[in-house]
């Protein structure tokens, strides 16, 4: 089906909004930006993104969705704990869970990235984290545009 991924964003991040006293910004070109794919799972992966960026962080989150060429670039960034370089591969696994003492205070199973990973996938899209412990992550989709 044909999704508008930039509603189906602005959506997403209502959800959030209302029911969390935390801002989410989003930034985009203002166009409204269409891909083929199914709107129940892409609605799913920005969730858990936009769930953990919040889970992980006191801070705000910011997200970007820009067109490249043929791609949409959607970034979901955080200010919060951070993911050391050697667990950057690992939280895409199933049940995988960063060190329980620091994740002892937020429920979840492990499954949430695992998930998002599996639907870019089966969208001919790639995730990938970028992050600096202290200071941060940013988790970057990378979807085909047609
Ligand atoms: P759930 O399945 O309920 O989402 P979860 O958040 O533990 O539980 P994942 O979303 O797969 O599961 O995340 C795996 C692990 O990656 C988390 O337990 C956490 O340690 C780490 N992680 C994920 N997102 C972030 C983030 N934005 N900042 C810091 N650590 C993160």
Redesign the pocket.
């Known amino acids: 089906e044909n999704v508008n991924i930039t509603e189906l964003m602005e959506k997403t991040i209502e959800v959030f909004t209302g029911a969390y006293d935390r801002n989410i910004e989003l930034h985009d070109n203002g166009k409204p930006i269409h891909i083929l794919g199914n709107q129940d799972q892409l609605r799913q992966v920005f969730y858990?993104?936009i769930?953990?960026?919040l889970?992980?962080?006191d801070h705000n989150v910011v997200i970007t969705m820009a067109p490249h060429d043929n791609q949409i670039d959607i970034s979901?960034r955080?200010f919060?704990?951070?993911?050391p370089k050697e667990?950057r591969e690992?939280?895409?696994?199933?049940?995988?869970?960063?060190?329980k003492a620091?994740?002892r205070n937020?429920?979840?199973?492990?499954?949430?990235?695992?998930?998002?990973k599996s639907i870019i996938h089966s969208h001919g899209g790639t995730i990938s984290?970028d992050?600096r412990p202290g200071e941060?992550?940013t988790?970057q989709v990378m979807l085909p545009l047609t």
Do not use: C, H, W
Request: net charge neutral; charged share 25%.
């Open positions: 858990i993104l769930d953990n960026a889970k992980y962080s979901v955080d919060g704990q951070g993911i667990e690992r939280i895409f696994e199933r049940f995988y869970r960063m060190d620091r994740s937020t429920g979840g199973t492990g499954l949430g990235l695992a998930i998002a984290v992050s941060g992550s988790f």
